[in-house]
DNA sequence: CGCAACATTGAACGGTATCAAGTATGGTGG
DNA sequence: CCACCATACTTGATACCGTTCAATGTTGCG
């Protein structure tokens, strides 16, 4: 009965990817890419949504700005992932979306995707599923926010990124580009620059990390998990368009 | 053109509730309703997903339990809400979810809603919708977590739940059932209880609440909204189930 | 009545913020 | 090629918000 269900279960919801006739047909749907640069803003908040966004390379990030100038990002993306699969069903956004370093973005018009999905379920289905890891990816940040140390949180939040980018095979070796300064991930951890900036250098000096000039290097992974208390279970998402085809 | 597309959107999420039919069929697909009483364990962490709970009286939260035996709330539930809407697509629930006063369960079994779901698009909309209604007011609590004070914080906290109890009707005037013990406000806070009782006490000597035996009455709704800077916006949810019939 | 859970209070400690300099680093125009 | 500037990074001193520990009060329930 389980068994079943379960078998069921993966049928439903296609884990590894879209089926490939189901790319096509939102490749055929979707504008040509471009390209767009380092703090370009894909979505600004409160807009409207006009179409959903798909992040082909390079990083971008959501923001809040609260009304005391301070801000905090919610949400950090790696190619592959979709900039507003929630978003979709509100109409409009609730956050900015920026751009981390150069990127190329993939673009499908709201009205063509509803005709997409009212034709494909699994493309509905699959967004909903995109929808649910990024939220799973939320909840996790909540936890750390809420609950684990500055030197702890910093650490977790570079094993998930590492992570997602081998999930999404832009990351063989424990070296990556990292495009975040600082300042962005002070306003990712909910800390200050100066304080984002010593636990970098606590995390240095124990020989766990080397970052300088947008590169980061992992010397000592089990290290890191370790002081991270980091667990991947978290992060089961789908890749909505495989990243080999043009 | 954007008049089109976003009338187009209003009939693609028929945004106030899923339509008549659409429920009964659910209702009907249901297990009969049970009650469960407080600190019952709906959903252990870890435990793979058999059905859609959807909460019909009462309230319910996710927990999140760290190795080192601390906890973080992730999520709230009242009267109305889904339970597990994202977990659904995984398979497997990352949180335990506590009853958190006597309640009324509705269950739905796994494999009726997938057939459900296949038949009934608006039905697997409604559930995407649940889920990014979700994630957005875990996006809201991120930010809570990570720019606001204590105060602003807890201030936050009431209004968001005032409000979402409004938008199901349990809340006519200002005071309402509030079952959240200081502790347990706490996990949601990321705060300690200690301190969560002060800054109650400041919130309570200001005049704008009163809070006790399990009951929270809001005495000056604008001065709470300004110190919580809360703003509904992010608040946009659809009923999946009315609450009115039975 | 008496226990158990919840709430309240005080004192001391600590993690992180804030403020304020100072030091690379890279890009730009002369 | 250098002077200049903007941005990012580094470092120290001080203050505060919130934690921890410990004790006491309160409420409700078997």
Chains 1, 2 share one sequence.
Not at 32 to 43: G, M, N, Q, S, T
Not at 52 to 75: E, F, H, K, P
């Amino acid at each position: 009965m389980l068994k079943v269900a379960e078998n069921f279960l993966t049928r439903f919801w296609s884990r590894a990817s879209l089926p490939v006739p189901d790319q096509q047909a939102l490749l055929a749907a979707a504008l040509p890419e471009r390209r767009a640069e380092k703090d370009e803003c894909l979505i600004e908040a409160g807009t409207s949504i006009r179409s959903l966004l798909v992040l082909r390379s390079g990083m971008a990030c959501a923001v809040r700005t609260l009304s005391d100038g301070s801000q905090q990002i919610v949400a950090v993306f790696v190619a592959g992932d979709t900039l507003n699969p929630g978003e979709l069903t509100f109409g409009r956004s609730l956050t900015s979306v920026y751009v981390l370093n150069p990127t190329v973005i993939l673009s499908i018009p709201l009205p063509e995707l509803y005709r997409l999905v009212t034709h494909r379920p699994a493309i509905g289905r699959a967004l909903w599923l995109e929808t649910a890891t990024q939220a799973a990816i939320q909840q996790e940040w909540i936890v750390g926010l809420g609950r684990r140390t500055a030197q702890t949180r910093l650490a977790h939040f570079l094993c998930e990124v590492s992570y997602r980018l081998r999930l999404r095979g832009c990351n063989d070796d424990d070296a990556f580009e990292f495009p975040l300064t600082q300042s962005e991930l002070a306003d990712v951890l909910g800390l200050s620059t100066v304080h984002v900036n010593r636990v970098l250098q606590t995390l240095r000096s124990r020989g766990l990390i080397e970052l300088n000039r947008n590169r980061l290097l992992i010397r000592n992974r089990v290290g890191l998990d370790e002081i991270a208390d980091f667990d991947p279970e978290y992060l089961h998402g789908v890749r909505l368009v495989d990243q080999g085809d043009t």
